[in-house]
């Protein structure tokens, strides 16, 4: 049995959800897949969730903490049988999974490319060194792994299965008080097919305006880089980089950003990099696939007036 932990917003899945669902048939050689959708007001998310697979647990456990999301998947796990959980990849997971892991006795493989089976193991690949090395690691069953998310093909629906209400024993020990939620707006950074990122040479947080509106023309998300944020220029939800988000879209473009290694770490692994810079030795030009050496203040206007005209 395969285990799925389906991430959602509290209304639907999210498209991570679907990329862990197809990471999951691709080791149907292990047995039948259920999912689990952990939270609050679970029942809707469960119901779509049951268009893609042929059982799926309720768990109601409240706010998130990571307890209380190791107690429901571990629930889960031994309603199930099942000897491999498969996650979405993630900060958040990194909170809970390690938990899982040891309440199963089972290997932890975090952010993987890919993954496979003998039957004995699961064998994932995934990057390290800055995402400029790939790495082949196995561990024996029962295993949980997490997808690194925008590497797997999202799941199609495949009829209609069965939603059971899980019980779960919450742990004590913690408590949510408050919850405060960054209110984002347009397409989210993790799940864009197209980020238009700024950089600190844009001299100004006004001169966003000029990135969010060519995003906005794009259906992109927009991205920052750390400089910006610590400038205060943009929230920390947009960071792009080793100490911020880490994003694999179709089409990444940065704008005035120096692609400085830690940079390169959270983006390098787009499809198509596009960089405009003013310093042609700026190290952001030996990873593009396009770029434009300018000021970006001129080359800007021009890009979102050719956005436009794509859109129209």
Do not use: C
């Not at 999912?35 to 679970?42: F, L, Y």
């Amino acid at each position: 049995m395969i285990l799925v932990i389906l991430e959602h917003d509290g209304q639907r899945l999210r498209k991570a959800a679907l990329e862990a669902i197809s990471r999951a048939r691709q080791l149907s050689s292990l047995g039948p897949i259920a999912g689990v959708v952990i939270g609050e007001n679970t029942q809707a998310v469960a119901q779509e969730a049951a268009r893609y697979l042929p059982a799926v647990y309720a768990a109601e456990v409240g706010p998130y903490t990571p307890e209380k999301w190791a107690e429901a998947a571990h629930a889960a796990v031994q309603k199930s049988g099942a000897r491999v959980v498969v996650a979405s990849g993630g900060r958040q997971a990194r909170t809970w999974t390690a938990r899982l892991a040891y309440k199963m006795k089972a290997g932890l493989l975090e952010d993987t490319l890919q993954t496979s089976t003998d039957g004995q193991h699961i064998i994932g690949t995934r990057y390290s060194f800055l995402n400029r090395v790939t790495e082949r690691q196995q561990a024996p069953l029962p295993v949980v792994f997490t997808a690194k998310p925008n590497t797997t093909p999202l799941a199609e629906p495949e009829g209609s299965g069965a939603v059971e209400a899980l019980e779960v024993s919450l742990p004590g020990g913690v408590e949510v008080l408050e919850r405060l939620s960054e209110q984002k707006k347009g397409v989210s950074l993790t799940e864009a097919t197209v980020v238009v990122t700024g950089g600190r040479g844009l001299g100004s947080p006004e001169a966003f305006a000029g990135v969010e509106e060519l995003a906005g023309a794009l259906g992109a998300a927009v991205g920052a880089t750390r400089a910006v944020v610590d400038a205060g220029w943009r929230p920390y939800g947009e960071q792009v980089g080793q100490t911020g988000k880490t994003v694999q879209p179709n089409v990444y473009i940065a704008l005035a950003v120096s692609g400085a290694v830690q940079h390169q770490a959270g983006m390098n692994k787009s499809k198509y990099i596009v960089a405009v810079n003013k310093d042609a030795e700026a190290p952001i030009f030996k990873i593009a696939d396009y770029g434009i050496v300018g000021d970006v203040h001129q080359v800007l206007p021009a890009l979102i007036e050719a956005a436009k005209k794509l859109k129209d």
